[in-house]
Structures are given as structure tokens and as C-alpha cells.
């Protein structure tokens, strides 16, 4: 579920499964942070398994084989653009969270962050401190 939070007056994510003792209130909503009006659809393409964070847009270059994984991803409508005879890429908005560099190591090397550089770097950082817990046996 997505709704208001009081602590972060922002939209967060819920899981309705966790819940209990949940009340009906009266009060104003906070729509600060909001963009109004809400799109839920364009808002859940970039989230990946409901973490939010700061969205930000991602230059990601996938192999051809991989079309299919990315329209079920983000959606049909997303624009592809032809790099290489084996490569396409695409520009899309997504919140940069662990979860989301776990989906792109799911996808091994069909997939390269190309930018922007600070997304990159993170998962490049994020990569290089696991390999270390392999190497330093």
C-alpha cells in the first residue's frame, strides 16, 4: 500500500500483510512531496520489491536478449535505443536502492550501468566491498 507518513512527510510503502490494529482517521492528508496527481503506475515502475528512495534517472545498456525482462520491467512503453548490433540501451527512472543492484547483478553481465557516474561508483563500491568478503578468507 501506498500512502502518507507522518515521520517522513513523504509517500512511503506498505506492506499490508504486517499491519494490525489499523485506525480510520479524519485528518488532513500531507501532500507536501506529492505530486498531484498521484501516478500510481509510472510511481511502481520505478520502485523495485516497494523500497522507495530518491529517484533518479539511469542511462542501462542491456544485451538484446534481454528486451523481454526490460518491457516486463518497466513497461511497453519504454524507449530503447539500438547501441550496438547485440545492444540496446535505455533511460529510466528508478529509485537507486540495494534492491535495485540486486535485480542488475541478477541479470549478470547482459546489463551495465552506463550513468550517471554516481550510480556507477555505488554499485562498483557495493560490488568491490562483496568480492572482499571472498577473497580475505
Known amino acids: 500500500m501506498v500512502a502518507d507518513h507522518e515521520r517522513y512527510k513523504d509517500i ?48 542501462l545498456r542491456f544485451d538484446n536478449s534481454l528486451t523481454n525482462i526490460v518491457f516486463d520491467r518497466f513497461g511497453k512503453d519504454v524507449a530503447i535505443y539500438k547501441k550496438t548490433e547485440d545492444h540496446f540501451s535505455v533511460v529510466v527512472e528508478v529509485t537507486v536502492t540495494k534492491t535495485f543492484f ?11 550501468i552506463i550513468g550517471p557516474v554516481s550510480v556507477v ?11 572482499e568478503l571472498y577473497n580475505n578468507k
Request: aromatic fraction near 12%; avoid cysteine; proline fraction near 1%.
Open 102 to 112: 540486486s535485480w542488475i547483478f541478477m541479470l549478470g553481465s547482459g546489463v551495465q
Open 12 to 59: 512511503s510503502n506498505f506492506r499490508i500483510d504486517r499491519m494490525d490494529s489499523v485506525v480510520v482517521s479524519n485528518s488532513e492528508r500531507n501532500t507536501e512531496k506529492v505530486e498531484l496527481p498521484f501516478n500510481e503506475v509510472s510511481y511502481s515502475k520505478q520502485l523495485f520489491k516497494m523500497y522507495s528512495g530518491d529517484a533518479l534517472k539511469v542511462d
Open 121 to 131: 561508483e555505488e554499485y562498483h563500491n557495493l560490488l568491490t566491498e562483496i568480492n
